[in-house]
């Protein structure tokens, strides 16, 4: 037995050895960042052992864990948007035993699961701050008695994790592809590892994404605001253009800024940022820059980057913008609080049309389906609480009644195909849409992702420094596509050092 757990803990070094110098999704610029290599291919799932059998997951050990960690589940999160998730909805679900404890403001937290207290190990992700923090808790996790159980991560460097060997493979954690049956395939391929094929991690949620509209501007400019009829107008880039035009006309921005309509286009690549070791631009990259740089001399957009309080501001009611391409958890985080006049209360009673632009956006298909961002929960190897750790995931991914539950109560799309129908079937509304039931159009648009042969572990890095680097373009700063990408090319093999490029 000793020298089993000898010869685990060997693989497990070996494994977050690797991972942790990839840093594949990092954005960071320090020297270790620039020597990562970017593909790390001694996943967790290929670690055998002497006879070459497969170790499984859950059996790879460091040092022993404490008492202390034994009897806490540590998570790694950046916000706590899945912590409010499973406050309010994993007791609906689970059969485990649960502390509770009321709040202030009157909502309940889970303090303990079968006698195991939770502790909230929360990040900003400021400066990729989030990344760095988990980075250095997953290299220490063989040596350290206090143990890391689950982590969250985002698709542009999920990658970066699955394939780093830290994460616990679903299977091991008795996760079945039946539990998993409803969830969109796109969800699964993000979190896959690209050795092995094995799935590291699952989301509550699928993100397509659709264009919601002002529905006051559409009615003035196009003399509708019914959806399947603006739809028309938006039907492809062409349309989209021309009805760009008419908003101008009227002194309306088709859409708020620079990097507006990115994820359309850069979402339906036909191949990743990275082949190899090599950069590479994907023409549907190069078509956004083209046509940003066409609306902006145009005056189609204000000229605003994504975040900023100019960006935030023209989603008032009277902002001037007619449009933005947000995905499902855009109308809750951002639209919903950066239109109304009045925060909404608790109790929703200023939820209504006239509280700003409250009931007064819609939404529609747009040119091209894609998606953006998401969440995926994630079990780190040699988690001592692997038990709970499962039992969450299963609850908040697969049941069927939870993710109802939740698109109900958080307006979430969840990835869930079952439970979407049964609302969609139900005479789903959204008050915020002016009642529209939207879920139809986001089930569309989600059964159109596909991410087959367009993931790489740098997606992150690649998405941020072009964007910064075309912004340059955009404003007059370069004089040119081409000195803009000998910016891009400059600050990307900056980041990562064993990178070559290819335009």
């Known amino acids: 037995m000793t020298n089993l757990k000898k010869m685990l803990a060997g693989a497990l070094c070996l494994c977050m050895a690797g991972s942790m110098l990839t840093a594949c999704g990092s954005d960071k610029d320090d020297s270790s960042s620039k020597k990562s290599s970017g593909s790390n291919n001694n996943g967790s799932a290929g670690a055998t052992d002497e006879n070459g059998d497969r170790i499984a997951t859950t059996d790879m050990h460091g040092a022993e864990s404490s008492e202390e960690s034994k009897n806490t589940l540590n998570i790694y999160c950046w916000n706590t948007e899945f912590k409010s998730r499973l406050d309010k909805y994993y007791p609906q679900g689970t059969s485990l035993d649960l502390e509770t404890n009321t709040l202030d403001d009157g909502t309940t937290e889970i303090t303990a699961i079968n006698g195991v207290k939770l502790n909230w190990v929360q990040i900003e992700n400021e400066g990729n701050a989030y990344q760095t923090k988990l980075d250095d808790a997953l290299q220490a996790q063989k ?42 395939q796109y969800t699964k391929d993000v979190a896959t590892e690209t050795a092995t094929g094995e799935l590291k991690g699952v989301s509550w949620q699928a993100t397509p994404g659709l264009f919601m509209y002002n529905a006051n501007y559409a009615q003035e400019v196009l003399g509708t605001d019914d959806p399947a009829e603006v739809q028309e107008y938006v039907k492809d880039w062409d349309a989209f253009k021309e009805t760009a ?53 145009a005056g189609y957009n204000n000229g605003t980057s994504l975040w900023d309080s100019a960006w935030a501001a023209g989603q008032k009611i009277d902002g001037k913008v007619f449009g933005y391409f947000y995905s499902t958890w855009g109308i809750p985080f951002c639209l919903l609080p950066n239109t109304v006049d009045e925060e909404i209360k608790a109790d929703g009673s200023n939820a209504v049309e006239g509280n700003g632009g409250y009931g007064r956006w819609r939404a529609c298909e747009g040119p091209q389906a894609y998606f953006w961002g998401g969440t995926w929960i994630c079990g780190a190897i040699d988690s001592d609480n692997t038990d709970i750790v499962a039992d969450i995931m299963k609850v908040m991914t697969c049941n069927k009644d939870v993710a109802k539950a939740i698109t109900e109560g958080e307006q979430d799309y969840t990835n869930n195909k079952a439970a979407i129908q049964e609302l969609i079937d139900g005479g789903y509304s959204n008050p915020f849409l002016g009642g529209q039931n939207h879920l139809a159009l986001l089930t569309s648009a989600a059964d159109k992702i596909d ?42 093999t900056a980041t990562y050092g064993n990178l070559s490029t290819d335009f």
């Open 143 to 184: 040596d350290s008695d206090n143990k890391v159980d689950m982590f969250l991560m985002e698709a542009d460097y999920a990658l970066k994790y699955a394939n780093g060997g830290v994460a616990l493979t679903v299977t091991d954690l008795g996760i079945t592809e039946d539990d998993m049956s409803q969830m969109y």
């Open 451 to 492: 991410l087959s042969n367009k993931l790489s572990a740098y997606d992150q890095g690649c998405n941020e420094k072009f964007q910064a680097a075309m912004k340059e373009y955009f404003v007059g700063n370069l004089d040119s596509y081409e000195a803009a990408l000998e910016q891009f090319k400059t600050d990307i």
């Open 245 to 297: 035009a008419k908003m101008k006309e009227a002194g309306i921005f088709m859409v708020s800024g620079y990097d507006d309509t990115y994820r359309c286009f850069s979402n339906n690549v036909t191949s990743p940022w990275v082949d190899g070791e090599t950069i590479k631009i994907d023409p549907q990259i190069k078509a956004w820059v083209d046509q940003t740089k066409e609306y902006t001399d």
